[in-house]
């Protein structure tokens, strides 16, 4: 079975700094899927970026960028010029390919953004 | 557009109710996800339903019977809950599955108490 750790439960950042939120996770699939969610206190989860395991390339979008390493299994998020509005919770998740799509979640991280 | 929408957004129900949460989505996708959420926790995988058939149900009590009258909407109908299950449930839908297709957008959620 696949497994998500993300290893820091609470992390700050100060407004316009960069962050970055740690993910590993296990499995012996080859084919897969990573993703990163963010929950605001207003509680919907929305994606922030996606990463297919074939690609080499990392996924950025806007201020959010990931560092995919296949090989150590890690998948770590970066957030540059923090806002206030990130402050969220944010979750790693894995996909296996041809699983039904079913997401499996890490703990989560929650990050506060200080003014 | 990327709307789920789930109603209600509060339920308080008896043990011995019978009670439903709606979920819907207008944007042809045709895999429908429930979650089950606690506080402070990650979503857990209840059910997925893939062109309007079951195709995963995770060992979830009978006390949870889920329904998926159209591609656009999926009901989740309660009853005889208990305490435990009081928590926040998630919607969510997909294109379908697989590359390309497989990113779950989430609704708000139906923050439900079980007395």
């Known amino acids: 079975a696949q497994t998500v750790t993300q290893s820091q439960p609470e992390m700050s950042v100060q407004e316009a700094e960069t962050v970055t939120l740690s993910c590993t996770y296990d499995t012996s699939e080859n084919n897969y899927y990573l993703f990163w969610y963010k929950q605001p206190p207003s509680r919907q989860m929305i994606l922030v970026i996606r990463q297919e395991a074939y690609k080499q390339q990392n996924a950025t979008e806007n201020r959010f960028s990931v560092n995919f390493q296949k090989a150590a299994k890690s998948f770590s998020l970066k957030i540059s010029d923090s806002q206030l509005g990130d402050t969220a919770m944010y979750f790693c998740?894995?996909?296996?390919?041809?699983?039904?799509?079913?997401?499996?979640f890490g703990a989560g991280t929650i990050l506060r953004v200080k003014s | 557009d990327t709307e789920v929408t789930q109603t209600p957004k509060h339920l308080v129900m008896g043990m011995t109710n019978k009670k439903s949460l709606k979920c819907e989505q207008h944007m042809g996708h045709r895999a429908m996800y429930w979650y089950k959420q606690k506080a402070k926790k990650p979503p857990e995988l209840m059910f997925v339903y893939s062109y309007e058939k079951l195709s995963i149900n995770e060992s979830v009590p009978s006390r949870f019977s889920p329904e998926c009258p159209n591609s656009s909407l999926l009901n989740l109908h309660l009853h005889a809950l208990q305490p435990e299950d009081s928590a926040l449930y998630l919607c969510a839908s997909s294109q379908g599955q697989g590359a390309r297709k497989n990113i779950q957008y989430f609704g708000a959620g139906t923050r439900l108490s079980v007395l």
């Open positions: 998740a894995f996909m296996k390919h041809e699983s039904g799509n079913k997401l499996v």
